[in-house]
């Protein structure tokens, strides 16, 4: 979580600093849809978009047709607060040329790094608390102060690639378990897409969907992010796929298991013997419940559990809701890869009470809880992901009010 607060601080960081920073002076530059962008190895996701085109659609939607007074102050405020100007030495950024933001995990340097191109040119390497220049190229770290030795590993670990970027688009390229794919973030009013290469065929089995599901390769970095002393973090060591419907949750007022989703989830090991592993080390870890065969109590849940195929784990929170028969209804997959449904259920709590308020309370909740219910819903393809918002949305200004919350976080 902590990670995607990071992430998140520094989008809006960035966004927000295009904006204050030669905004006047820039404007009226027209860049070249060719442009030129740094690469890493080592990064789990890079963005890449145009600056002048990207403060031209955030000016025109929250100027002319948002038109929202609280939000336009509560920007001010953000900006007063921040110190990239100061962190950057007055360096002055080139609107015409491309702005990256990266997520880099590596031993020397695992923090979020953005670069962009200086209107001045070093012809030797500059360091800066927060920054190293070379000729024009700056690569800033916001978040943390970067050492020499970080910033000369950068300089030499980056490769540089020939890239189109257009208006109203976003270049990714992201690594997910060492296969590097890359594709677009597009929008347009109320409507928001990621389209990539069209998928390969790969007829899989998964959970037939319903409220918001998610199917897909399991990414072994997020088993990383995960502590070591969360007791559930065994049961997806060895995962290689995952399948999901989720209906959201409710609170109870059980002290061991105060929140009660509601899901049913198919879990696809490596082998047969990783999903035994898998199994015999949540029973361990949780020897006070008492278990039977395919079921144990929670809290005020009795999960359901089966295994479905000599690989395969089934597990939901009400077996008279998502499978009376005893069997999950399953459905094969094109793409092995499929997104759909109502955002909304991830953030959607019933039986909160007082606690509801203080939910409301914490920022980060309150602002992805507002994104999601703003949307419609989320259908996916072989050619990527599209996000429909409900009439009246505008997606530049939902997304940059959810990540100025976070960003104050």
């Not at 992430?7 to 849809?33: D, H, N, R, Y």
């Not at 920054?131 to 670990?157: C, E, M, N």
């Amino acid at each position: 979580m902590n990670r995607v607060k990071e992430i998140v601080f520094v989008l809006a960081l960035g966004i927000l600093f295009i904006l204050t920073v030669q905004l006047t002076l820039s404007i009226s530059e027209k860049p070249s849809t060719n442009q030129r962008i740094p690469l890493f190895q080592e990064a789990t996701f890079e963005l890449s978009a145009q600056p002048v085109s990207l403060v031209k659609e955030l000016l025109t939607t929250e100027l002319f047709q948002v038109k929202n007074q609280a939000f336009l102050n509560q920007l001010r405020q953000f900006r007063s607060s921040n110190r990239s100007a100061n962190q950057l030495d007055g360096i002055d950024i080139d609107m015409s040329q491309a702005m990256s933001f990266m997520l880099l995990d590596a031993k020397v340097f695992s923090k979020v790094l953005i670069h962009f191109r200086a209107k001045q040119e070093a012809e030797q390497e500059t360091f800066g608390k927060h920054y190293v220049h070379f000729g024009f190229d700056v690569f800033y770290s916001p978040s943390a102060a970067l050492s020499k030795t970080q910033a000369r590993w950068i300089l030499q670990q980056v490769r540089w690639k020939e890239q189109v970027i257009l208006a109203k688009q976003i270049v990714v390229h992201q690594n997910v378990n060492g296969q590097t794919s890359e594709g677009s973030i597009q929008w347009d009013k109320n409507e928001l897409s990621y389209v990539t290469r069209p998928m390969k065929t790969n007829q899989t089995l998964i959970l037939s969907p319903r409220f918001f599901h998610y199917s897909n390769q399991f990414p072994k970095k997020v088993l990383n992010a995960i502590p070591t002393e969360l007791s559930l973090r065994c049961l997806l060591e060895s995962l290689n796929r995952i399948s999901l419907n989720y209906d959201g949750g409710k609170l109870t007022e059980d002290e061991q298991f105060p929140f009660a989703p509601s899901f049913e989830v198919l879990l696809e090991y490596e082998n047969p013997q990783a999903m035994e592993r898998a199994v015999s080390n949540v029973q361990s870890n949780f020897d006070s419940l008492e278990w039977k065969e395919q079921e144990v109590s929670l809290g005020s849940q009795l999960i359901f559990f089966k295994r479905t195929s000599t690989k395969t784990l089934y597990i939901c929170s009400d077996k008279a809701q998502f499978c009376p028969s005893g069997n999950p209804n399953l459905t094969r997959c094109q793409t092995g890869f499929l997104c759909q449904g109502d955002l909304g259920r991830l953030t959607s709590i019933k039986n909160t009470g007082w606690a509801g308020l203080v939910l409301d309370m914490i920022p980060a909740f309150r602002a992805s809880k507002e994104l999601f219910d703003g949307t419609k819903e989320i259908k996916s393809s072989k050619e990527g992901i599209e996000i429909i918002f409900k009439p009246g949305k505008e997606v530049l200004h939902e997304l940059l009010k959810t990540l100025v919350v976070y960003g104050q976080e």
